[in-house]
T-cell receptor, first 110, second 115 residues
Framework: NAGVTQTPKFRILKIGQSMTLQCTQD?????MYWYRQDPGMGLKLIYY???????DKGEVPNGYNVSRSTTEDFPLRLELAAPSQTSVYFC?????????FGSGTRLTVV | KQEVTQIPAALSVPEGENLVLNCSFT??????LQWFRQDPGKGLTSLLL?????REQTSGRLNASLDKSSGRSTLYIAASQPGDSATYLC??????????????FGAGTQVVVTP
């Protein structure tokens, strides 16, 4: 039972490149989230999903896209990477009964 | 818009001292408040969840209080240990109507406990 698994752990992108951050959970939870954490800051919500086929924008969705075709997977897509997207990205599941976070993806855009 | 502030940003204490971490929020109409721990290079671990109807929650050496009317929560860690060194974040629902998710986080308090 791995909980929430994120890949890759580290990535360096050039400006304008695209990539997908993967998030997989084995806890069969409906609610999944993507957050970003900039240095010295708290986490900000990018997108969230309340179940397969249902996604919605969070606080900072610009420059990102998501999909949720299965309960297990919630990938985050960056289409045209910009330096402002340099951050640590966390995937999470949970709700009022508590949260489980992945270990994060550290992304640098140069 | 809900805003969450944590003071101090950093704290260093000798082992054995009690820790007091503060969290304030602007919209008092919240359903709950959560405290998390983050170790360097790791994800977040949920520590305590306080529902709006509760005034405090306890887990081992950790005790969290909630005062909705003043928009404040305090996390107490008794008899600190070097293993308590981490960043502690508090979070409340992004909007007052969110009872289950979409959290607004504070920037965190970085704690160092020296042996």
């Amino acid at each position: 039972n791995a909980g929430v698994t994120q890949t890759p752990k580290f990535r360096i992108l050039k400006i304008g490149q695209s990539m997908t951050l993967q998030c997989t959970q084995d806890m069969n939870h409906n609610y999944m989230y993507w957050y970003r954490q900039d240095p010295g800051m708290g986490l900000k919500l990018i997108y969230y999903s309340v179940g397969a086929g249902i996604t919605d924008k969070g606080e900072v969705p610009n420059g990102y896209n998501v999909s949720r075709s299965t309960t297990e997977d919630f990938p985050l897509r960056l289409e045209l990477a910009a330096p402002s997207q340099t951050s640590v990205y966390f995937c999470a599941i949970g709700g009022n009964d508590g949260y489980t976070f992945g270990s994060g993806t550290r992304l640098t855009v140069v | 818009k809900q805003e969450v502030t944590q003071i101090p940003a950093a704290l260093s204490v000798p082992e054995g001292e009690n820790l007091v971490l503060n969290c304030s929020f602007t919209d008092s109409a919240i359903y709950n408040l959560q405290w998390f721990r983050q170790d360097p290079g790791k994800g977040l671990t949920s520590l305590l969840l306080i529902q709006s109807s509760q005034r405090e929650q306890t887990s081992g050496r950790l005790n969290a209080s909630l005062d909705k009317s003043s928009g404040r929560s305090t996390l107490y860690i008794a008899a600190s240990q070097p293993g308590d060194s981490a960043t502690y974040l508090c979070a409340v629902p992004l909007r007052s109507t969110d009872s289950w998710g979409k959290l607004q986080f504070g920037a965190g308090t970085q704690v160092v406990v020296t042996p």
